[in-house]
């Protein structure tokens, strides 16, 4: 197996509030790609929607405490719809883009 040089910063995380919605754009909040996602839907009683890089891509559902990957592309936007049961949380991997220096915002605490 070939060894990919590719420098990739800390995963970040993002919790999804029950009930709401969320847009997350990685170049705005993270400075980069993500390149691998894990959805955690952390409700115990029902589904939540997903879609990544815009509109024109299909919901896609996730069961009740169930968990989804996206692996091998590139992820600009991630539309997260947690259900009113419980939070929703995504891990990603962000490739950084080069020219920045940092993976976190200044004005994130």
């Known amino acids: 197996m070939r060894q990919i040089d590719t420098p990739l910063a800390s995963p970040v995380r993002v919790s999804v509030p029950a009930g709401t919605q969320r847009i997350i754009s990685f170049p705005n909040e993270f400075f980069g790609t993500a390149v691998a996602i894990q959805i955690v839907n952390d409700s115990g009683v029902g589904n939540m929607t997903y879609r990544y890089n815009g509109e024109s891509t299909p919901l896609f559902n996730i069961p ?8 091998n592309t590139i992820v600009q936007l991630l539309e997260i719809n947690a259900n009113a049961g419980g939070t929703a949380t995504v891990e990603a991997q962000i490739v950084l883009d080069p020219r920045t220096k940092s993976a976190i915002p200044e004005n994130l605490v």
Do not use: E, K
């Open 64 to 71: 009740a405490s169930s968990i989804r990957t996206i692996d």
